[in-house]
């Protein structure tokens, strides 16, 4: 008897034992494995979007703002009946049934707990997916947040805001550049669910919340856009053009106020877009800027002393014959002071002034302006145009750069450096950001370098204002109550196969307003206006344009009206050569 | 015999069993009220949750509300709105304007007025005034 119950103790023992070690094994042993078997099954890290940030004008008008979206994902380890549940949801997703019941039967078969089944659905809708799916007692799908980035103006700015994909990555313009600081970086939330997939709030895991993106503010007023576009928009229509830009923005800062380019692109259906409409034209297009371009050999030579105030340069009666090839000007004269040289444009006297300079010299100023680099402007895609250096020269080149030829430029290099004449001499980085987030700013104009002295800046700027007098080459260019000082460019168009194409030009007018305290710095380029070789000039395609932008932005912006000095000066439109005008 | 059935016969411990009841009865309670707790957490985690989700749903109905509105009223919608003619732009003279407060000049808080012929401090002279709110 005692045997049998020792046998039965020990037998006892043995199963218990096996009970204990199976626990251990259970409980101790394997711990993380089965834990981690459990978290997969009902632990979930859920993920806590952050906001996109907003882009604003220099006003705080809104111009890239967030609409709220969700995507739909489906749980196949959750989901009962795949075919009901397609039935019942499709027309919530706005879906073909067959399409979403073929999904679904992938996710139930394979069980696989994470499929996005549609994205882009309404907030509305998807709270009246869920409400249904409450009453017919289905589960397998569960709504994640996410948002639609939206233009509210649609292709207005389009080239500088660029635009944001699906996903909300920055893909063009002000939303690449700074994709990192309007992203900002989501959160998360480790969830547990119960049997129906519902958040068990009580079992609530760790928690960080999102650091939501920044508003980024811009230098760009859209009252000032608003007129540009308006402007840019008639001349597309009138002239047909190739491509079009104009640049509005504040000579004493580098401020960009405005930038419109054609042809253009509504952000808001990127997809659409062919490469060419979303090209911004103003940064990554160089093109010869023709006469606009005699501001730097003026200014270089008055600041070099190798010219005065003074001085008369022999402009040959209009016939040039320099290194076998003969540089023409349109106004034939005899002797012209620097000041009518930029008045009527002209060719001959602006080569001779660049002859009367040292190459390295001349070169030095042609960079100093800015130009063979690039400005720093934010944006995706900069070009920094092209300027040979003095031993790649031929015998032409000096005399050629000198009205703007053999050398290529962007316009934004363009209204940089029109603006050093305009402040002073002082070349600026062109600023499009005000301020990145609350509290940040970025106030301080960033000056490049000190590119010829303020008495030089005076002169030409003086001289530019005759520009625009009845006698100069932009009399059209004016703006009934202010001084306008400014430079027209007409130059044809390269022929990729080398030399030009004939009868097509690229048409420029480069100018600023008032022309004694600038506040406002304009270009408007038209390129390869469709209409006839005698009208093709920069003073009377481009000119006009700019004229009426100056006249709505000193109105928009309430410049005080000054009295109008007379200029006489006689004279005709400058352009000699087959391609400068 | 008496004595034997006074043998057999065991004493009921009244203070044991009365303690041992009473802790029973203590541990039923504290079982009890724990796990009444516990679904109250659960029921009060719920209503959270559901608040959560209505206030989400709220935030969210509002923000696409606001990004309606700003759509409507961006300045490229009513450009075409008055260049469709459904809306027109009336001038308004100076003249017609009660003014309930004077007039304040940028200067004063750096707000941009351009209805104004005050001195902006942008296009002012000496440093450019940079933050300027609508």
New interface residues.
Partial sequence: MTGRIGVLCALLVLVFTGFAWRLINLQVLQHDYFSAIAAEKHLIKKVIPARRGRILD?????LA????IRTITADGTRIQDPAKLATLAAPFLGMDGGELRAKLTSAFSSKKAYMIVCKGV???NT?NLLRAMDAAKLRGLYPE?A?ER?Y?????LCHVLGFADRGGHGIDGIEKIFDAELSGHEGFRWIERDRKG?????YRGQEQLPEQGTDIRLTID??L??IVE?EVDEAWKTYHPAGASAILA?P??GEILAMACRPNYDPNHFNQAQPDQMRNRAITDMYEPGSTFKIVVASAALNEGVVDEKTRIFCENGLFSYGGKTIKDHHKAGDMSVEEILQFSSNIGSAKMSLRMKDADYYGYVRRFGFGEKTGIPLHGEISGMVNPPGRWDMLTKTRMAFGQSVAVTPIQMVMAMSSIANGGRLMKPRLV?SRGEGS?E?E?DLVREVITPKTAKFVSASLEKVVSAEGTAPQAKVEGYTVAGKTGTAQKLNPHGGYLDGRFIVSFAGYLPAE?P?LMGLVIVDDAKIGSSANYGGLVAAPVFSKIGAKAAR?????AEEVRVTAQSGNTGGATASVR | MKGNRRRATNAIEVNFLTRMMVLFGFLIIAGLFFVYLKNQ??S???Q??SVEAEL??T???C??L??RI??LT????L?RRLDEGYIRLETIRDTAIARVTPPIPAEVDGV?R????DT?P??G?GV?Q?????
């Fill in positions: 220099r006003n705080g008008e809104e703002v967030n609409v709220p309404s907030e509305e709270q947040e948002s939206n509210p103006n649609g292709e207005m519902r958040e068990i709030v009580l859209m009252g856009q608003a308006k504040d004493m800062t005000i700013s106030n104009p305290n506040k928009y912006l309430d410049l005080p | 957490q659960h009060v985690g719920n959270a949750r989400h749903e935030e969210a109905k923000e696409a606001q990004a700003t759509t961006s300045r490229g919608a450009q941009l351009t209805a104004l012929r902006d942008r296009f002279s450019p940079r933050v300027l709110k609508r």
